[in-house]
């Protein structure tokens, strides 16, 4: 991802984020709310157009080979996307249908084994709790074994058992290959599971690298004072100035500079 | 991608038709009101309404069929709006799928539920002693005029259905529609109105085609009232398939 651009009417969003993403491990987006993280998936998933900037997934630019791009990853949004009315096995037999697989009930037994959903798989979606949704979005985003998954804020909104369980998926995958990127506020997930970490703030990526990385970007004496360790979260804070809240009205003050 | 377009639609079409099929309220909702309203006008009104020969039911079925229609498609707006708005919508868009088969398939589901609480309207007045002398062709055409009739109503649906913010918003643009047939030749002859209403009846397009699907079952010679009537259907399915474009187009970008 090179110098993207997008800009809402007169709120520019994204003012030129670069990254790249190794294939395999887990790459986390970390950011406020309203830093413009789900900006970036939605691009990347081709949902939205950049103004500017080119973007590759898999190999393939988002803008000229859409439907390549969408073959090369699957998306959990930051709101589950399934369909409440199906039944949780329907649900799997539809996406499974929908990218031309074979067999598709075997491919949904397999997932609502995996995901401990084979019993709920015959209820309909709207009854089931919130972590089982997640469980079951995540699982639809399987489908397909595609090279890329991208996990916009997976955890928010669950309790923290079904966080954990998430966590332990997420892992699982990138350990078979699968190359994760994710999205979150929280910054104890990120230090959790990511490989590498990127902070997007006020519509730039200010840092990137290893947890390890970002730990030395703090000064020593900060770390003699306290008498362990930084946080992440330290790291969070200490790099963006201050408690990030300044974040709209700096967007927008800040829109003529450099057009 | 477009290899794929028929197989993804049925795709699509089965799933949201389960959604039908799983919440039959809408399809009774969709054929009680005008049921209702059959049974007002022919067994309250009716008497007092002269209409000319024949059973009254027989005269105003073809309003209460448009009426069906335009209930019926404000479900179709629901159904598209929930799905925005759940980002399932945006998962179909994310996966190597043919997009446009995501609206096609609310657009057929529309098509389907529609033609059966039509069905369902018409065994009513079957039953309320309408009769129709109207053979294979006629009732074909009668068909043909309500399935184009209903595409195009759809695809009115389609645009609330993209843009509105709330349920009530995507559902309400409806009523307007299912109260034109009340200003047109529906139910009452439009001669009796007074002149700006009656030339608003006239000029609106569900009288030519109330008075084109009556001649048809009534076996009278259908008049120049059909080309004025698929010429309405069609402009408002072109107009509302090139809108509802530019909002999907506008949603997605």
Partial sequence: ?????????????????????????????????????????????????????????????????????????????????????????????????????????????TLLRRFALTDAATRRVSTY???????????????????????????????????????????????????????????????????????????????????????????????????????????????????????EHGAAGESGEDR | MTTHFFGDTAVLTGRSLKHVTRSVDTIITTAIVPIAMMLMFVYVFGGAIRHGSGAYVSYMLPGILLITIASGISYTAFRLFTDMQAGIFERFHSMPIARSGVLWAHVLTSLIANLISLTIVVGVALLMGFRTGAGVGAWLAVAGILILFTLALTWIAVIPGLTANTVSGASAFAYPLMFLPFVSSAFVPTDTMPGPVRWFADHQPVTPIVNTIRDLFGRHPVGAGLWTALAWCVGILVVAYVVAGISYRRRIS
Avoid: C
Wanted: glycine share 10%.
């Fill in chain 1, 1 to 109: 991802m090179q110098g993207l651009e997008k800009s809402y009417k007169e709120l520019r969003v994204l003012r030129g984020v670069d990254f790249d993403v190794e294939r395999g491990g887990i790459f986390a987006l970390l950011g406020s709310n309203g830093a413009g993280k789900t900006t970036v998936v939605r691009i990347l998933s081709t949902l939205l157009k950049a103004d500017a900037g080119t973007v590759t997934v898999n190999g393939f630019d988002v803008a000229r080979q859409p439907a390549k791009v969408r073959e090369s990853f699957n998306l959990t949004g930051q709101f589950t996307a399934v369909d409440e009315i199906l039944t949780g096995r329907e649900n799997l037999v539809l996406v499974a249908r929908l990218r031309h697989l074979k067999d598709p009930g075997a491919v949904a037994d």
């Fill in chain 1, 129 to 247: 709790s919130g972590g089982m949704r997640r469980r079951l979005d995540i699982a639809m985003s399987l489908i397909g074994d595609p090279p890329v998954i991208f996990l916009d804020e997976p955890t928010t909104g669950l309790d923290p058992q079904a966080r954990v369980e998430v966590w332990r998926t997420v892992k699982k995958l990138a350990e078979d290959g699968t190359t994760v990127l994710l999205t979150t506020q929280y910054l104890n997930e990120a230090e959790e599971l990511a490989d590498r970490i990127a902070i997007l703030h006020e519509g730039r990526i200010i840092v990137d690298g290893t947890l390890d990385e970002l730990r030395r970007l703090l000064p020593p004496a900060e770390v003699e004072y306290v008498e362990k360790q930084p946080t992440l979260e330290d790291v969070f804070f200490a790099v963006i100035g201050e408690n990030g809240k300044h974040d």
